[in-house]
């Protein structure tokens, strides 16, 4: 069995900064691709950031420059740290992984099960 539990996620001023982080448990070989999505009432899941396993990173261009991707291999986690933050990145945040729980086994995506960030004053 495999979980992904986010935490830190809560309630910021506009131009306030957040950190949520994600770590994995469980039955796990190895993890390639970490990443944090969102989803906003009434608005598809979208992608905001993703870090491969040697460390190369992608953002949505809406985040740039603001949102900070990172993973620390030795704990199973991914970050994300959130700067200058608006409200309309307003949402919840998912994190996913692509996690092989076995050496003879195709990896798998994971999701947690999300972690609400409230930009509002």
């Known amino acids: 069995q495999v979980q992904l539990v986010e935490s830190g996620g809560g309630l910021v001023q506009p131009g306030g900064s957040l950190r949520v982080s994600c770590a994995a448990s469980?039955?796990?070989?190895?993890?390639?691709?970490m990443g944090w999505y969102r989803q906003a009432p009434g608005k598809q899941r979208d992608m905001v950031a993703t870090?491969?396993?040697?460390?190369?990173?992608n953002y949505a261009d809406s985040v740039k420059g603001r949102f900070t991707i990172s993973r620390d291999n030795a704990k199973n986690t991914v970050y994300l740290q959130m700067n200058n933050l608006k409200p309309e990145d307003t949402a919840v945040y998912y994190c996913?992984?692509?996690?092989?729980?076995?050496?003879?086994?195709?990896?798998?995506?994971?999701w947690g099960q999300g972690t609400q960030v409230t930009v509002s004053s």
């Open positions: 996913s992984a692509n996690i092989r729980r076995m050496l003879t086994e195709n990896p798998s995506t994971y």
């Open positions: 469980g039955s796990i070989f190895s993890i390639g691709t």
């Open positions: 870090i491969t396993s040697g460390g190369s990173t």
